[in-house]
């Protein structure tokens, strides 16, 4: 067998003596690198909607939103209102999280009425009879450079009444 050239030699090069905690460490690097791929499977990463609601006396208000979130993401957020009394002036008002460094794409029904109010949007649409609902949604992309935590609460008035709010926050991943 030909000796190796120059600086090589058979035992550490080929039999990687003194080296074997080595292949642990690589091991554990592709573990981790592999892992990510399946916890964003498994939903750690954002996507899945969650429910949550609230009711006062006049109406109940619940909202459907992922609650992880990961740049570029475009996810859908739902917001039910079920009067109990005639509502004159629905008006939903959403924290600053829900625009803050997100795109809106689309906004379904489109609100008569547009606000802004110390950095909380106000959407107010047309009259809701008693017994009935009304669905507004919102259609959103993260942009890539959000992380962070946000609060995304959501309060309901009638006109300028306060109905009830749910409050919730999101959490965005790079």
Do not use: C
């Not at 399946?38 to 109406?59: E, K, Y």
């Amino acid at each position: 067998m030909a000796e190796p050239p120059g600086h090589l030699s058979l035992e550490r090069h080929r039999n990687l003596a003194g080296r074997g905690h080595h292949i642990w460490t690589r091991r554990a690097l592709l573990l981790a690198l592999f892992s990510l791929p399946v916890l964003g499977l498994l939903n750690v990463f954002g996507q899945h909607p969650l429910s949550s609601q609230a009711s006062g006396p006049a109406a109940s208000l619940e909202v459907t939103a992922p609650n992880r979130l990961r740049g570029g993401l475009i996810y859908q957020g739902r917001f039910q209102i079920k009067a109990r009394t005639a509502l004159e002036e629905p008006t939903l008002v959403l924290d600053k999280g829900w625009f803050e460094s997100m795109t809106l794409n689309a906004l379904i029904p489109d609100p008569p009425r547009q606000d802004d109010r110390n950095g909380h949007t106000l959407l107010g649409f047309e009259p809701v009879p008693a017994g009935k609902s009304l669905t507004v949604w919102l259609y959103f992309q993260v942009n890539p450079t959000n992380v962070g935590h946000e609060s995304q609460g959501v309060e309901l008035r009638d006109g300028g009444t306060f109905i009830t709010r749910v409050t919730r926050s999101v959490t965005i991943f790079p």
